[in-house]
């Protein structure tokens, strides 16, 4: 949810900058328009919003970022634009790509189609309101600040301070479903509930549901308690 516009604005007062945008958690679910913001690269991945198994990227490259890496005598393969350019005009990759991931994708695009894209967007940001509902009638709050929480998840502090590892095990255990309670510094603090991709109401209420009935198995930290 960063202001990518505004951003872009700075970023073309600067020519020689080469403008790299990671849409990972974001394509197919919100509008980015590229070409108009002036993005050089933009980057997603196909496990994310585009609910597809992870193992391939999707790369847009502007013709001033392809004329940049022709410039470079040492830049590799594995990333090397100006070698990808060349194969994909004869329909082809650089190397063996992963080709059930293109034929799910490919399946993909056309139900993205068949939704259509601004319906696509609508989803996403209802069924993330609906989640968000759902967390605040509880007494959870938002983890980010407001106006930055994603459209595809959301991330809530753990305000009332519930055993989040218990809450996970019971929700996998007992109903099948499987959340994120926090990594790293974030563990037990905050945990996250997805809404992107293929998830449609229903599918986010049945969510929804199982979370009330393992929170009323959940107890409680102890103050003190890690």
Request: proline fraction near 5%; charge should be positive; aromatic fraction near 8%.
């Amino acid at each position: 949810m960063t202001d990518i516009a505004a951003v872009m604005a700075v970023v073309r007062q600067f020519p020689e900058v080469i403008s790299i945008v990671d849409t990972v958690s974001s394509f197919s679910a919100l509008p980015i328009k590229k070409d108009e913001l002036g993005i050089d690269i933009m980057v997603t991945g196909t496990q994310k919003a585009l609910a597809l198994p992870p193992g391939l990227s999707l790369c847009s490259v502007s013709p001033r970022a392809r004329a940049r890496a022709a410039t470079v005598t040492e830049r590799g393969y594995y990333l090397d634009l100006v070698e990808f350019q060349a194969n994909h005009e004869k329909g082809m990759t650089p190397s063996t790509p992963s080709i059930p991931h293109i034929y799910g994708l490919r399946s993909k695009l056309e139900d993205i189609k068949a939704e259509g894209v601004e319906r696509r967007y609508a989803r996403h940001a209802r069924l993330n309101q609906l989640v968000r509902q759902w967390a605040f009638a509880k007494g959870f709050k938002l983890f980010p600040r407001e106006g930055y929480g994603s459209v595809t998840l959301n991330c809530f502090s753990n305000t009332l301070n519930v055993d989040l590892l218990v809450l996970v095990k019971v929700l996998k255990s007992k109903h099948g479903f499987l959340i994120d309670g926090g990594y790293g510094k974030l563990k037990g603090k905050a945990f996250r509930i997805s809404n992107m991709g293929d998830e449609t109401d229903e599918t986010m209420g049945v969510l929804l549901r199982a979370l009330d009935s393992a929170l009323a198995e959940t107890p409680l930290l102890t103050p003190g308690k890690p």
